[in-house]
């Protein structure tokens, strides 16, 4: 039985890309994988998969009964239909360990680094096996969006030097340029329903027993979102409904680097409690604030306790 390799809901261009590089791994070395996704790809991943001809993985929505490996996850919360029967084999990961456990021994690599396509990067190198030029050519844009183009407060040495070698490997000769193509495409939101925008790279976690989702867009230029700001509002107002405790959705201007926080909560002192700011009706401007994983979801769960 072929072993999926998959990421978390809604995935972005890390868990993309990542089901491919550790697919393609995981084969090489002899065991049988096949790439999966709990989810359509982005527009930015579709741009990415398109320029360096790649294929998305296929789209699966229950493991019940498989043989499974992670990558960009390890929180049940952001895992799909049926993982309480499915065989975890695997994680590569960049995150926080989370709560998935498993009944036997599995192969699992997880570091503090910016993104998975980094853990990976150095995974090819351990093993000895060779990076397709593909497939390097989507795992520095993999990088470069995780990274926020080297500008998040995630971004390590180790990422920076990881993107120099699949650079080299998949003939980009200027990454910058790359990195903030991919932006500008990330940032187009003309058409795209509040909802898709909301669900574009949104994450559940549980934080001392609430249920507490938060999004992230990302732009080149804040002022793209004016327009659809209210309709933002109403959709996490909705999404808070389903049953969870907030619902905060980050609005990260990469050029000024700070983040606009639209605020959907049954408390929301948690926000001052968490970022010392005091938000302007449902709203709050964070300077600086670049990561939900190093900078807000810490932040957050010390505010809950």
Not at 30 to 35: K, L, P, R, T, W
Not at 70 to 75: R, W
Not at 119 to 144: D, H, Q, S, W
Not at 249 to 259: A, C, F, V
Request: hydrophobic fraction near 45%; glycine fraction near 8%; charged fraction near 25%.
């Amino acid at each position: 039985m072929s072993t999926l390799v998959l990421g978390h809901m809604n995935p972005d261009t890390d868990s993309i890309i990542a089901s491919l590089a550790a697919t393609e791994l995981l084969n090489k070395r002899g065991i049988e994988a096949v790439a999966a996704a709990q989810g359509d790809p982005t527009p930015e991943s579709k741009f990415v998969l398109e320029k360096f001809g790649l294929t998305a993985p296929k789209v699966i929505a229950d493991v019940a009964g498989k043989d499974i490996f992670l990558v960009d996850f390890s929180d049940l919360a952001q895992a799909p239909k049926g993982i309480e029967t499915a065989v975890v084999k695997g994680i590569f990961d960049h995150h926080k360990l989370g709560d998935v456990t498993t009944s036997s021994p599995l192969e699992a690599v997880i570091l503090p680094v910016g993104c998975t396509c980094t853990v990976l990067t150095k995974l090819y190198k351990y093993f000895g096996v060779e990076i397709p030029r593909n497939i390097a050519g989507g795992m520095l844009c993999a990088i470069l969006s995780d990274t926020v183009i080297f500008k998040s407060p995630t971004c390590t040495e180790d990422d920076k030097k990881a993107v120099e070698e699949l650079a080299k490997i998949a003939g980009v000769s200027d990454v910058t340029s790359l990195g903030l193509e991919m932006f500008k495409v990330k940032s187009a939101v003309d058409g795209t329903p509040a909802k898709d925008l909301v669900f574009r790279d949104y994450k559940d976690f549980n934080m001392n027993g609430n249920k507490v989702g938060i999004g992230q867009l990302e732009v080149v230029d804040l002022s793209i979102l004016d327009k659809v700001k209210p309709a933002l509002q109403e959709e996490i107002a909705k999404v808070k409904a389903e049953g969870r405790h907030s619902v905060f959705l980050l609005l990260t201007d990469i050029m000024k680097e700070g983040s606009q926080m639209l605020i959907c909560s049954d408390d929301a002192s948690v926000v001052e409690k968490a970022f010392g700011a005091k938000p302007q009706g449902n709203e709050v401007w964070l300077p600086g604030v670049m990561s939900r994983k190093k900078q807000v979801v810490p932040n957050f769960e010390k505010a809950f306790k």
